[in-house]
């Protein structure tokens, strides 16, 4: 007997040491998935894994004069160990609460859940069960509900998880609240990280680096405001390089990517050096460069900002090149937008224009001349008042309200933008919430939002198009005027420029890093959205077409680091959105920024060759300027037809007539001479 009660002790402490010890929310397989869990009735948590009572229960007192109300609330224990980013959305939270009414049977009540994850508190409530239920059909579930993210949606370590119930009844009850698994929640933990994991180069400080070799590789993270320092010696040298490949993290945990100091051992700073940050991918490599750095002990640190965390790896070589653009000499100088990235032609092509306003004043004459018949006599009143009469009203309505309806419709209203303008507010709107003061929420908010355009506003955009070529599927892709022609390079650096008024200071500063790297990656991922969206079904006759739409909320795509495209046209589906957004997203972006004797910028794209003509939605919100009668000139035509074929044709009768009088009278005539 006590061999099996020892053979048991020790199976159950081999289960538990299997369990899981760490309820923090990472995105591991599980995760983010965490069980109701109480030990008592008066002592609950979250827990990894299902443990404790498979049942707590209490009895309350009530009428619907006094109603009662029962709170429950669970912690996550242990308590959160990692970095995290929490979803958009709620996967699942399961919550089986059983009430037994005198009456009614076994209901689920009024229910209230508040989730506290870190700054984010979210309320849940669901309605009572009107009828009884059977005890599978007990419970109450929420499926992919929004989290409240306004606070941001970082979840750091030692940050509070907690979830509170509840529940209001009406009558004397007993409650039920199931767990060991039956009551659960389930997040989609995208990213996290284990802090003190990475922070493998403490304690370094400013006062005591750590003493190392220049051409070692170093592990670590920038964790707040921490300095991280070292201390080495230089040799004799051509070029100094030091590069650091920072780790990809979601964009508001970025820390500076800009020039970090390198001093000598007695505190004097070193000159700056040239510096090319060169962005691939979700990956970031600072390159610093100096040329002929006197040999002697120096000290290089890199500086952190609060609340902010990127894990690095750097390393030190002598006149080593590597790839891409590593001095101002390999940069192009200009940066252009690659206009039509894809080609589906059939060959088929048309120039466009817009509403010639000449052609009004000939059919202006005209009608003058159609509207003097209707002083003269006509030969055929019904022909005039059925044919004449209405193909002038048509002309007129064709030929010259409809002409001047197309020219205003062209003009520029004061709600719309340009594409230029639209470029300009964008860089200006990246600029400001590039600041290292802006708050999370909203500098992910803002970068990620389709042409700068948030959930709510509204797009209002004119367009000059050049041309159309007609596509495989029938449909046409329209060209925007001197879209080849745009430098992003100048928007960027004009922009910095501005806001500095003229004047940069210390070089790349951190907010112009991040600034040249988010914007230069969201101009392209908008002007790439707007022309795979600018396909119509019929062929176009006129060069001005307006976007009016309001944008709406939808899952962004890219990674952490860079979302894009996080709203959408209301009039595109959420399905179709996905699809273009996945099949259009290139393969591969790179973004170089050189702090040389002139700012230098580099964009190099490998396009995406899954993207075909049919990922192009319906864009019902693209539309052409047009009159108020569609193919107002061929129907200005036939209506000119119309009116010149009766007057003719009255002309032509009224001839006839007065040549069938005339011999008539010339026959009357000779009879009289005659007789």
């Known amino acids: 007997m006590q061999w099996k009660i020892r053979c048991s ?253 390198l001093r000598t051992s007695k505190g004097l700073q070193v000159a700056a050096p040239e510096v090319i940050i060169k962005a691939e991918g979700d990956e970031v490599l600072t390159n610093y460069r100096w040329r002929a750095l006197d040999p002697g002990d120096y000290v290089f640190c890199l500086n952190g900002q609060s609340a902010r965390f990127q894990p690095y790896i750097w390393s030190g070589v002598y006149a080593v090149e590597s790839s891409g653009p590593t001095d101002s000499s390999q940069f192009e100088g200009k940066v252009e937008y690659d206009a039509q990235f894809f080609d589906f032609s059939t060959g088929e092509e048309t120039e466009l224009s817009t509403q010639n306003g000449i052609v009004l004043f000939p059919i202006a004459g005209v009608l003058l001349f159609f509207g003097a018949q209707f002083y003269r006599p006509s030969t055929s009143q019904r022909l005039r008042m059925f044919v004449f009469a209405p193909s002038v009203a048509i002309l007129f309505l064709s030929g010259v309200v409809s002409p001047l309806w197309t020219i205003a419709d062209e003009t520029p209203s004061d709600s719309e933008w340009t594409l230029n303008e639209l470029l300009d507010e964008r860089v200006q709107q990246l ?129 952490l680091s860079s979302p894009t495209w996080a709203t959408r046209p209301a009039g595109i589906d959420d399905a179709s959105w996905k699809r273009l957004q996945t099949s259009l997203y290139p393969e591969r972006i790179t973004v170089s920024l050189c702090d040389c004797a002139l700012d230098l910028l580099d964009l190099q794209v490998d396009y995406s060759k899954q993207f075909d003509e049919g990922d192009a939605p319906d864009f019902n919100a693209l539309e052409e300027s047009s009159g108020i009668i569609p193919h107002s000139g061929p129907v200005a035509l036939i209506a000119f037809l119309f009116c010149a074929a009766v007057v003719f044709n009255d002309e032509y009768r009224k001839r006839k007539a007065k040549n069938l009088a005339e011999s008539y009278a010339s026959a009357n005539s000779i009879w009289t001479s005659v007789f």
């Open 431 to 559: 600029w400001d919430v590039s600041s290292p003061v802006t708050p999370e929420a909203t500098m992910i908010e803002h970068v990620g939002a389709t042409f700068g355009i948030r959930n709510g506003e509204s797009l209002n955009l004119r367009l000059e198009i050049d041309s159309a070529y007609e596509r495989a599927d029938g449909r046409w892709q329209l060209l925007i005027k001197g879209i080849e022609d745009i430098r992003l390079d100048q928007l960027v650096f004009n922009q910095i420029s501005d806001a500095r008024n003229g004047r940069l200071v210390d070089g790349l500063d951190e907010q112009i890093v991040q600034f040249s790297i988010i914007s230069t990656r969201a101009l392209l991922l908008d002007l790439m959205m707007l022309e795979a969206l600018l396909v119509v079904d019929d062929k176009p006759t006129n060069s001005i077409h307006h976007i009016n739409t309001a944008m709406i909320d939808t899952s962004s795509f890219g990674s």
């Open 9 to 261: 002790v020790i199976l159950i402490l081999l289960c538990m040491a299997s369990m899981p010890v760490n309820a923090s929310l990472n995105d591991g397989e599980s995760g983010g998935r965490l069980y109701f869990s109480c030990d008592s009735d008066d002592n609950c948590q979250l827990t990894p894994v299902p443990t404790g009572e498979e049942i707590v229960t209490g009895s309350v007192q009530a009428n619907p004069l006094m109603t009662e109300s029962v709170s429950i609330e669970f912690d996550m224990i242990p308590s959160q160990t990692e970095l995290a980013v929490l979803p958009d959305v709620l996967d699942e939270l399961f919550i089986d609460l059983r009430v037994q009414g005198d009456t009614l049977g076994v209901y689920t009540p009024e229910m209230e859940v508040k989730l506290i994850i870190g700054t984010s508190v979210t309320t849940l409530e669901s309605e009572q069960s009107t009828l009884p239920t059977s005890g599978e059909g007990t419970g109450h579930r929420w499926t992919d509900e929004p989290l409240n993210l306004e606070q941001g949606r970082l979840l750091w370590p030692d940050d509070v998880v907690r979830a509170r119930i509840v529940f209001t009844v009406d009558r004397p009850s007993t409650w039920e609240l199931h767990l060991r698994g039956a009551s659960f929640l389930e997040l989609d933990i995208a990213w996290s990280e284990n802090v003190a994991a990475k922070d493998v180069d403490e304690p370094t400080s400013a006062l005591q680096p750590k003493s190392t070799s220049l051409e070692d590789v170093h592990y670590g993270a920038l964790v707040g405001d921490d300095s991280d320092c070292w201390s080495f010696t230089v040799e004799s040298n051509e070029i100094m390089r030091i590069l650091i490949q920072w780790e990809d993290v979601p964009l508001e945990l970025q820390q500076s990517n800009g020039v970090h100091r």
